[in-house]
Structure formats: structure tokens, C-alpha cells
């Protein structure tokens, strides 16, 4: 009896001891697969999930996984060849319509020379507003395609933060005085160096800008920091802290008849990201906030 009890005692220890290894491999396994799927959702790769374990289980649930993850890279190439294929579609139509607009300004601006009654001449006025508000639109159609697209190379050269802002300030003074806006610029006597590319410098702030003159309700706060941080604050008491949080998606507007694409804050971010930079949206207490941040970078 005492025999039987000590086989019994060892055949459960056995149990146990294959149990636990059991248990250990199909953890490890586990562990494996999930370790191996968050990788292949965070990077565009072709590799799939590989695993240790020969159980046929884990095995097969390694294999449902790559199925799903096969139909998801197939599905993402689709969508970024479709997203390219729309963007090269806008840039050549956004390009093919700009000649006529411009042609069309053309034909306008001699008839202006000419004698004629004034309802006439009030009527081509408001058909020149016209055209120059979709011309504008339609390039605001153009850069953002391009710019998305990756056609552009930057060209990153050490450039002063502080000089580029005033610059683009000075650009849209007579715009913001038109709107009755007063800035209020403070900007460091040191001189903030980033290697950054110019001219989408030059285009970010002047959309930041641009968007401020849209929302703004008579004040304009733009501080440039030491650290590469730029703020740009205005009164906007008809934004609620929704719109302001959708201010970056591409093409959203808060006003749909407010003559604009809704892609102005989308090319800051495009661009801003590009360079390395960040930027973010904020609102609270009817003031709309719109940071921007270069961090240094070795050798500028």
C-alpha cells in the first residue's frame, strides 16, 4: 500500500512538473505573439509572427494572427497607393484649373480699364472676389497634395526663428490691420537657431497667421521663446473646445462659407512634423492657443 501511495505521489509530481512547463511554454509562446503583433501594428513591415512554441494550438493561433495581419498590410497598401493616387489627382487638377483662373483674372482686369456702367462694373468686381477666392483655394489644394505627397525635398539650413516670424508678421500687417488685429509680439533679442527649411517656415506661420485673422476676435499674441517654443494666442469666442481640437484635420472648417479649405493648420502640421517640430491646439476660457515647438538639434 505504501508502495502504491509513493507511485501515485511521483506520477503526481510528473503531472505537476509537465503542467507547469505546459503552462510555461504556452505563456512564453503568448508573450511571444504578443510581443511579435504589437510590433508588426506599429511598423510597415512584410515579416510575420514567428514563435518558439511547436504547440499546435499556439501554432495555429500564431497562424489565424498572420492571416489577419496579411489582409491588413494588403488593405493599408491599398489605402496608401488610393490616398497617393487622390493627392496626384488634386495637384494635376488643382494645376490644370489654375491657368484658366488666372486667364480669367486677366480678361477682368482689362475690362476694369474700360468705360462702363456702374452695375456692370459692381457686377465684375464681385465676379473678380470670386475668382480670387478660388484661386486661393484651389492653391491651398495644390500645396497641401504636394506637400503630403513627399514630392517636395526640404532643403534644412541653420535659420533664426526670430527673423523668419517677424518677416512673415511684416508680411500680413496689412491684412491684420484690414481686420482691425493688433499684435502683440514678443520676440528675445538672442538669436534662436534650428535647422529648419525656410520657405515651409515661412509657410507655416503665415497659415498660423492666416488662421488667427480667420478666428480671431481683435487681439493677436505671438511670443517666440528661447527654447524654440512659438505661441500664438487670439480671443475666439466662437470656437468651443471641440472645433478647436479639429482646427489640424485637413479639411475641416468651422464656418463652411467662410471662403477657406480647411487645409491651412493641416499644411503647418504636415510641414512642422516633417522638419521634426510638433504642434499642438488648445482652448480654454475663449482663447485659442496654437503651439509650436523646433527642439535644438546637434551640430545647428
Do not use: W
Not at 472676389?129 to 517636395?152: A, P
Not at 524654440?228 to 472645433?243: M, P, R
Amino acid at each position: 500500500m505504501t508502495i502504491l501511495l509513493c507511485v501515485l505521489a511521483v506520477i503526481l509530481i510528473i503531472i505537476v512538473i509537465l503542467l507547469s512547463y505546459k503552462i510555461h511554454v504556452l505563456h512564453k509562446s503568448a508573450a511571444e505573439i504578443k510581443e511579435a503583433f504589437s510590433e508588426k501594428l506599429e511598423t510597415e513591415t512584410n515579416t510575420l509572427i514567428d514563435i518558439s512554441s511547436r504547440d499546435p494550438y499556439m501554432r495555429e493561433l500564431a497562424d489565424t494572427i498572420n492571416s489577419q495581419l496579411r489582409l491588413l498590410r494588403d488593405e493599408r497598401q491599398r489605402f496608401q497607393q488610393g490616398d497617393a493616387n487622390v493627392k496626384d489627382a488634386i495637384a494635376n487638377i488643382s494645376h490644370d484649373i489654375r491657368t484658366p483662373l488666372t486667364a480669367i483674372r486677366g480678361y477682368l482686369d482689362m475690362l476694369d480699364q474700360k468705360e462702363m456702367p456702374e452695375e456692370v462694373r459692381r457686377c465684375l468686381s464681385i465676379i473678380g472676389d470670386r475668382t480670387d477666392v478660388l484661386n486661393q483655394m484651389t492653391q491651398e489644394l495644390f500645396h497641401y497634395s504636394v506637400t503630403t505627397s513627399g514630392h517636395i525635398a526640404q532643403n534644412s539650413e541653420p535659420v533664426s526663428l526670430n527673423r523668419i516670424l517677424e518677416e512673415s508678421i511684416s508680411a500680413y500687417y496689412a491684412v491684420l490691420k484690414g481686420c482691425k488685429i493688433t499684435p502683440s509680439v514678443a520676440i528675445p533679442e538672442k538669436a534662436v537657431i534650428r535647422g529648419l527649411d525656410k520657405n515651409a517656415l515661412y509657410r507655416i506661420f503665415g497659415n498660423i497667421i492666416s488662421n488667427a485673422v480667420k478666428y480671431s476676435d481683435g487681439n493677436l499674441l505671438i511670443t517666440l521663446y528661447e527654447s524654440g517654443n512659438i505661441e500664438f494666442t487670439n480671443h475666439a469666442e466662437d470656437l468651443d473646445e471641440i472645433q478647436a481640437g479639429r482646427l489640424l484635420d485637413r479639411y475641416y472648417t468651422v464656418k463652411t462659407a467662410n471662403k477657406s479649405t480647411g487645409l491651412g493648420l493641416s499644411i503647418a502640421k504636415t510641414l512642422t512634423e516633417q522638419m521634426g517640430g510638433s504642434i499642438k491646439v488648445m482652448y480654454a476660457e475663449g482663447m485659442l492657443h496654437i503651439q509650436l515647438l523646433f527642439p535644438p538639434v546637434m551640430g545647428v
